[in-house]
Structures are given as C-alpha cells and as structure tokens.
C-alpha cells in the first residue's frame, strides 16, 4: 500500500515513536513484549503511512507489524460480519402515507407557449385554467 505522508501523519507517527522510546527506557527486562495499546497505535499510522516507514521510524520488526495489521484487519472484518446480524421482520403493511390523488396537465398553444400544471389537488378548476390558457394571443 503505498500512501502519501502528510504532516499530519508525520507528527502522529513522531508522536507515537516517542511513546515507544518512553516504553523502551522504562521496560524492566530487554525482552519485555510491546504493549497492546503502543501495537494499536502503530497498527492505526499504517492507514496513513507505509508499513515500512512505520516500522524503521518506530523500530519494529516490519513482518511482525504486517503480521499484526492483517490479524487487526481480519478481526474487524469478523467482528462486522453480516452473520452476525439477527433476523429483522418488515412489516407489510406501509408505515408511510398513501399518496393523494395528484394531477398533471402539460398545455402547448400554436405560438410555443407552454403551460405545466402539476397540483396535489384533483379539484382544481381545469377548465377555466385551460380557456384561459388558449384563450390568450
């Protein structure tokens, strides 16, 4: 995956590679695993920058975090499943008002002149509308 480094992501990466070196300065013995949430950090900075850029910056193996983004990455995948959804029932009948009984009347007189009517109401007086329509010069 290649990605485009902005300088919002450099600060993030910059950021978390500190907290690596914090945790390394702290760590009781040298063989100490990495933290959960300092792998979740790095997992997440994969989205914005290279998998590469990411492990020399935080001094990580490169096919360990690999290894760990496509374990993040199937996890979510699991965890959203459509199997996991229950059976939803739709109702049959409608939740949403029928609609009224409309009209529409397109008019075109000899001259060009157009007339389009479109109105909720059936009992628009049609008649007198369209004399008055081509009645007009």
């Not at 914090?22 to 989205?47: C, D, F, K, S, Y």
């Not at 990580?60 to 374990?71: D, N, P, Y």
């Not at 479109?118 to 008649?127: K, S």
Request: one cysteine or more; charged letters at 20%.
């Amino acid at each position: 995956m290649k990605t485009i480094p902005s300088a919002h992501a450099e600060h993030q990466l910059t950021a978390v590679a500190a907290r690596f070196d914090a945790w390394r300065q702290t760590r009781t013995t040298r063989v100490e695993p990495i933290p959960p949430h300092l792998w979740e950090q790095a997992i997440a900075l994969t989205t914005m920058l290279s998998i590469t850029r990411v492990a020399r910056r935080l001094r990580v193996s490169g096919g360990e975090l690999k290894k760990r983004c496509a374990t993040h990455h199937a996890a979510l995948a699991t965890s959203t499943s459509p199997a996991a959804l229950g059976f939803v029932e739709v109702p049959t009948a409608s939740v949403w008002a029928l609609p009224t009984s409309a009209i529409e009347l397109e008019l075109h007189r000899p001259d060009g002149a157009q007339l389009r009517v479109t109105a909720p109401e059936p009992q628009l007086p049609l008649l007198a509308v369209v004399r008055a329509f081509l009645e007009t010069p």
